[in-house]
T-cell receptor, first 113, second 114 residues
Framework: EAQVTQNPRYLITVTGKKLTVTCSQN?????MSWYRQDPGLGLRQIYY???????DKGDVPEGYKVSRKEKRNFPLILESPSPNQTSLYFC????????????FGSGTRLTVV | KQEVTQIPAALSVPEGENLVLNCSFT??????LQWFRQDPGKGLTSLLL?????REQTSGRLNASLDKSSGRSTLYIAASQPGDSATYLC?????????????FGTGTLLAVQP
């Protein structure tokens, strides 16, 4: 089944403890992206990657890192999480940008205390 | 700057009713418009993708239209069911200045009463 898989689905952590949210797609998509969803603010892009080893900032990149060493994986790294990073996170992929539609993962609910 | 608006913000209808959700966008320079469904605390499920050159797409009881020149899309749900209850989001992919991302509307929360 073609899908985007995120792990973990739920995570509670403490301020300052580094964490990684994994994202993997099995569709050989070139483009991958991370979004966060917050009440009243909607979905906002954090980082995106046009292809392997090519990443760029989205609208709200502060406090996050990403890497794209392989085509299928695009992990989101929070080096020192803070409570304002409590959110619902989504990974998405597309064959490439330019009208091919996007597939989203099931989301990761992160709580930072 | 592209802005996407969805009206109404919330809608409650009795089972069996046909309904229309609205999405408007300010910049017509789009590759496509995509409708998603989101269940509470869950992921986004793609419902329909309309390319900028298309006028509509259909999938089962769902029909989405696109009028790029007026910056509008509608999602028509026929014979609504309680299982249709969810938040519906529309999103556009721009070309030109603001590329490489989807720009989302704020969603319509739909409740279908049995």
């Amino acid at each position: 089944e073609a899908q985007v898989t995120q792990n973990p689905r739920y995570l509670i952590t403490v301020t300052g403890k580094k964490l990684t949210v994994t994202c993997s797609q099995n569709m050989n998509h070139e483009y991958m992206s991370w979004y966060r969803q917050d009440p009243g603010l909607g979905l906002r892009q954090i980082y995106y990657s046009m292809n392997v080893e090519v990443t760029d900032k989205g609208d709200v990149p502060e406090g996050y890192k990403v890497s794209r060493k392989e085509k299928r994986n695009f992990p989101l790294i929070l080096e020192s999480p803070s409570p304002n990073q409590t959110s619902l996170y989504f990974c998405a992929s597309s064959l490439r940008t330019g009208g091919f539609g996007y597939t989203f993962g099931s989301g990761t609910r992160l709580t930072v205390v | 700057k592209q802005e996407v608006t969805q009206i109404p913000a919330a809608l409650s209808v009795p089972e069996g009713e046909n309904l229309v959700l609205n999405c408007s966008f300010t910049d017509s320079a789009i590759y496509n418009l995509q409708w998603f469904r989101q269940d509470p605390g869950k992921g986004l499920t793609s419902l329909l993708l309309i390319q900028s050159s298309q006028r509509e797409q259909t999938s089962g009881r769902l029909n989405a239209s696109l009028d790029k020149s007026s910056g509008r899309s509608t999602l028509y749900i026929a014979a609504s069911q309680p299982g249709d209850s969810a938040t519906y989001l529309c999103a556009v992919e721009n070309y030109g200045g603001a590329t490489n991302k989807l720009i989302f509307g704020t969603g319509t929360l739909l409740a279908v009463q049995p």
